[in-house]
């Protein structure tokens, strides 16, 4: 099945832009994940899912903000990149599987104790200056037609450069004691097939992090668990009816100061109205035809973007702390043509 967008995510490049936080704050070091799959399971049956916290499912507890956040970018996401439509939770309508989610975002601090160590030195050569005085006495007597008796005395004295050559040797270091914290955030999926409430697929992700938001350290791990998902075979009517132009890129609806989600450019497709424009990887897409993407899901800033080949539309792109107006007109998707 052909997918609606191409998710390469920003996490695993090297740069930051302008709305978001510092790429550092982002990305995960020390990732590892554990993922189970039901070899038996047809996921292409499946074409609908709801996603519930563990404390919902289990607890009855109410939705928290941070959870409603979480689900906004995890709902967003395998819809786009899974093959199936989100279904909020509800008495009414059943999803062909649920998704049971829990996570942790835990600060653990150690004590680094203090260390000697030895490193080379060159210690370079120098000039020693050294001063010798030397004296010289006689008495003084002569007998004749001068009478001279006496004592004489003489001084002089010699100065002598020394030179000695460099040479390595070795100097001690102490680095003193110091406290180091990290985060570890945890995210967990567990999917159920709601036909027999059997268990068909279970990942774990953890990693290491210097933000204490989970909403942003935990984009990394749920993308790189969530890309594990088996692809399943909802078909999207909604956004292909009408739609045969392309503008040219593809994006992730992306959480970039904890609050609010923005539409980021991922990829620009060469030969594109995009790619006449100018438009780049990591643009931020503020408003389509004057309308605000902020807070909208994949399928709503897909909907701004529709139309067939010669619509236009209009774009306001935020780059690198400069605002951009930009208006592309459709051409003809490949895949139409």
């Not at 709503?300 to 209009?314: C, D, E, Y």
Request: with cysteine; hydrophobic share 35%; charged share 20%.
């Amino acid at each position: 099945m052909k997918k609606l967008i191409i998710l390469l995510f920003y996490c695993l490049s090297t740069y930051s832009f302008s709305q978001s936080v510092e790429i550092n704050k982002i990305f995960c070091g020390n990732y590892d994940q554990q993922v189970y799959n039901d070899p038996e399971v047809d996921y292409s049956k499946f074409k609908s899912f709801s996603l519930v916290s563990i404390n919902q499912f289990l607890k009855k507890e109410q939705q928290s903000f941070l959870e409603k956040q979480l689900e906004f970018f995890l709902s967003n996401f395998i819809y786009s990149q899974c093959g199936m439509k989100y279904i909020p939770v509800s008495d009414s309508i059943k999803p062909d599987i649920l998704i049971v989610y829990d996570y942790s975002n835990d600060y653990q601090e150690k004590y680094i104790a203090p260390k000697a160590y030895t490193i080379p030195y060159w210690k370079s050569g120098s000039i020693i200056n050294s001063t010798i005085n030397s004296t010289s006495s006689g008495s003084l007597n002569v007998a004749g037609d001068v009478n001279l008796t006496g004592n004489a005395l003489g001084s002089k004295q010699t100065t002598i450069n020394t030179t000695t050559p460099g040479e390595w040797t070795q100097i001690q270091i102490q680095k003193p004691g110091y406290s180091e914290g990290k985060y570890y955030p945890n995210l967990s999926l567990i999917i159920y097939e709601t036909s027999n409430n059997k268990k068909v697929w279970e990942g774990i992700g953890t990693g290491t992090s210097d933000n204490k938001d989970f909403r942003l350290s935990g984009q990394f791990i749920m993308t790189n668990l969530g890309v594990k998902i088996p692809v399943g075979s909802y078909n999207y009517e909604e956004l292909t009816e009408e739609n045969n132009g392309q503008v040219g890129f593809n994006f992730i609806i992306f959480n970039s100061d904890g609050q609010n989600f923005y539409p980021v450019i991922l990829n620009v497709f060469k030969d594109s109205p995009a790619y006449a424009k100018g438009l780049k990887f990591e643009d931020i897409i503020l408003t389509v035809n004057g309308i605000s993407t902020t807070n909208k899901s994949v399928k709503q800033t897909m909907l701004l973007l529709r139309g067939n080949a010669g619509t236009k539309i209009s774009l306001t792109i935020e780059r690198t702390d400069r605002i951009l107006n930009k208006t592309l007109i459709k051409t003809l998707r490949p895949s139409a043509k």
